[in-house]
């Protein structure tokens, strides 16, 4: 992923939030992205604290920074598509896009979107050319 070549607009740029359960490896995290955000430009992953070392893996594949936050930190966050089971497991009602929200501090672009058990949101930058 690059940057836009001077003179042009530059392309939105999204922190992406992830949820996942323990275990899952690079390769399946970094084919969901694909999957999802095609070539868009990421600034940052984000998840639960508890994910961080699964979710630097895949950062330092892509050369973008890892956010984490605690379970308390990510209920407090208002989402559109809150799930009573992540609730009950984790005790906030979103990863995924609260993560996503915390880490950009712009608005949800993509609501969560799960793909091969792995579930991701992203949100615009404050950098962004968008917001």
């Known amino acids: 992923m690059t940057a836009a070549p001077a003179g042009y607009p530059r392309a939105p740029e999204l922190a992406v939030g992830l949820g996942f359960r323990s275990g899952t490896s690079t390769g399946r995290i970094l084919n969901a992205l694909r999957e999802v955000l095609g070539d868009k430009l990421i600034t940052c992953l984000a998840s639960i604290d508890r994910r961080a070392e699964e979710l630097r893996a895949a950062a ?4 973008v920074s890892v956010r984490t936050f605690t ?3 990510l209920a407090q966050v208002d989402v559109p598509n809150p799930s009573a089971r992540t609730d009950d497991a984790l005790g906030t009602a979103s990863v995924a896009e609260a993560a ?3 880490a950009a501090d712009g608005p949800l672009v993509i609501p969560k979107r799960t793909v091969d058990g792995i579930v991701i949101a992203a949100a615009l930058t404050p950098k962004s050319p968008l917001t």
């Open 71 to 73: 379970a308390a930190e």
């Open 60 to 63: 330092d594949c892509l050369g």
């Open 100 to 102: 996503a929200l915390l």
